[in-house]
C-alpha cells in the first residue's frame, strides 16, 4: 500500500504540536504549585497588587504563574549573639556579650515584607541591642553590674522585648552570657579585696588580743585565789601540826621525868610486883599514849607535813641527848632523820640511832613513847 508522503508531513507536524502542548501545560502546572516546610510560613507577591495579606501555613500552595510568587519565612527561633562595649555610670568601660532568640511575628509577616525584606534580623536586632544595653548599663555602677546581675539582665530583656515588637519581632529569650571591665579596674577590684580582706583580719587578730587577755586575766585570778586558799589551808594545817607536836612533846617530857622519878616503881612493875595505884597510872599513861597515837595518825591523815615535823623534833631530841651524855659516840649523818634518805638508809639509821641510845643508859622500849614515831618513817 502506498502512502502519500505529504499526509506523513502533515501528521507528524500535528505530533510535535501535541507533545510541545503536553510539555508546556505539564511545566506550567508545577510552576503554579509551591510548598511551605514545617517551621516556615509563606506570603504572596502579586505583581498587579503587590504582597497580599494573607499568610500561607505549611503544605502544597497554589499560585498564578508569571503573576504571583510566593515568599517564604521561616518562623523558627533562632539565636543571635552580639557582643557590646558600654559605660557604666561611674565610667567604667563594660564589655557585655548578649545572646537573643528571635523569631518573626506571624500575622504581620506582609507588613515585615513590606518595611523590612527577608533578612528583617540582620537590620534591626545588632542596633536596638546596642542601644538598649548601653542605655542599661548607663544606670548601674560597675560594682551592682556584678552583684546585682539578675536585676540588670531582667532590664535588658524588657526594654529589648517592648523594642522589637515595634518591627513585629518576638523575643522567646534574652540573657548576659558574659561580662567584664577593663584591666585597671579589675586590678583595682583586686587591690579592694586585698585591703577588705587586711581590715578583716586586722580586727580578728585585735578581738584575738582582748580574748586572750580576758583569759589571762581570769586565769591569773583563778590562780591567786588558788593560791590564797592553799595558803589557807597549808596556815590551819601547820597550825594544827605545831598543837600537835607541841602537846606529844609535853606527854613525852612528861613520860621521862616520870620515868627518872620513880626507877623503883618500874622495877618493881617489872618483876610482877604491882599494886592496884601502880595499875591504874599504867592503865592512865597507856590511855595517854593510845590516844597520842590516834590524833598523831589523824595528824598524819590530814597533814602530811606533820610526819616532816615530827621527824626534825625527834632529830633534835636525840642530838639533844647525845650532847648532854658523858658517853661519847660517832653517829652516822645518815641518821639525822630529815626524809632526805631512802628505805634502807633510815633502816641503818634506825640501828645506829638504838645502839646510841643503849649506850647512853636507856633502853628502846623505854623511849618508844616519844621515839616510836619517828623510827616508823
Known sequence: MNVDPGVLRKLGGLGAAALATAAGGIGLFNYSLYNVEPGHRAIIYN?????????????????????????IYDVRSKPR????????????????????????????????????????????????????????VAQFNASQLITQREVVSRAV??????????FNILLDDVSLTHLSFGPEYEKA??????????????????????????????????????AKLVGSSLRSRRREASELCTHSTALSTQARAAWRRQPSERRRDRGGERNGTDREREREQEEGRKTER?????????????????????AKEVANTISKSSNRVMLNSDSLLLN??????????????????????????????????????
Not at 586585698?194 to 591569773?220: D, F, H, M, P
Not at 632526805?340 to 633510815?346: C, I, N, Q, V
Open 189 to 226: 577590684v583586686e587591690a579592694k579585696q586585698v585591703a577588705q580582706q587586711q581590715a578583716e583580719r586586722g580586727k580578728y587578730i585585735v578581738l584575738r588580743a582582748l580574748e586572750e587577755k580576758k583569759s589571762t586575766i581570769i586565769k591569773a585570778q583563778g590562780e591567786a585565789e588558788a
Open 157 to 166: 530583656r524588657d526594654q529589648l522585648v517592648d523594642r522589637a515588637k515595634d
Open 294 to 314: 590516834e590524833r598523831i595518825g589523824n595528824a598524819i591523815k590530814n597533814n602530811p607535813a606533820f610526819l616532816e615535823l615530827r621527824r626534825i623534833d625527834t
Open 47 to 71: 505583581r498587579f497588587y503587590g504582597v497580599l495579606d494573607r499568610v500561607y501555613s505549611e503544605g502544597t500552595h497554589f499560585c498564578i504563574p508569571f503573576v504571583e510568587r510566593p515568599v
Open 81 to 136: 549573639t552580639l557582643v557590646s562595649l558600654s559605660g557604666s555610670r561611674d565610667l567604667q568601660m563594660v564589655n557585655i556579650t548578649c545572646r537573643v532568640l528571635s523569631r518573626p511575628d506571624v500575622p504581620m509577616l506582609p507588613t515585615t515584607y513590606r518595611l523590612l525584606g527577608k533578612e528583617y534580623d540582620e537590620k534591626v536586632l545588632p542596633s536596638i541591642i546596642n542601644e538598649v544595653l548601653k542605655s542599661v
Open 340 to 377: 632526805l634518805m631512802g628505805s634502807e638508809k633510815r633502816c641503818r639509821a634506825h640501828c645506829v640511832e638504838r645502839r646510841a641510845l643503849s649506850l647512853l643508859g636507856h633502853s628502846w622500849c623505854d623511849l618508844r613513847g616519844f621515839h616510836s614515831f619517828a623510827s616508823s618513817g
